[in-house]
Nanobody
């Protein structure tokens, strides 16, 4: 499956963005989808993951309450709604597809496919 991440951009602190992850080839419906981000010179960090049915969601503590992950089965898309953005949220955001157990959502090495990344820049 080929993933396409989109929706990034420049936003002021306190603003919102919604990222989308769609399949340009194949379908997302049989995969756990997670969002990660990577700032320059830093490791790739887990943000949120959602199960195949959307019933289970896992969030990193740093984004819990500000970010919401959801999926649309009909459109084969996964979204990351990001609110109350902070300058430290600035990074390249990636979506990933795999079949990890819930407890392993945060482990990037488990995912099979990655999108190309979309830049999010939050100005102060």
């Amino acid at each position: 499956v080929q993933l396409q991440a989109s929706g990034g951009g420049l936003v002021q602190a306190g603003g919102s963005l919604r990222l989308s992850c769609e399949a340009s080839a194949g379908t997302l419906s049989t995969y756990v989808i997670s969002w990660f981000r990577q700032a320059p010179g830093k490791e790739r960090l887990f943000l949120a993951g959602i199960s195949l049915t959307g019933s289970d969601k896992n969030y990193a503590g740093s984004v819990k309450g500000r970010f919401t992950i959801s999926r649309d089965g009909l459109k084969s898309a996964v979204y990351l709604q990001m609110n109350s953005l902070k300058p430290e949220d600035t990074a390249v955001y990636y979506c990933a597809a795999g079949r990890p157990a819930y407890s392993a959502y945060s482990q990037p090495e488990i995912y099979y496919y990655w999108g190309q990344g979309t830049q999010v820049t939050v100005s102060s």
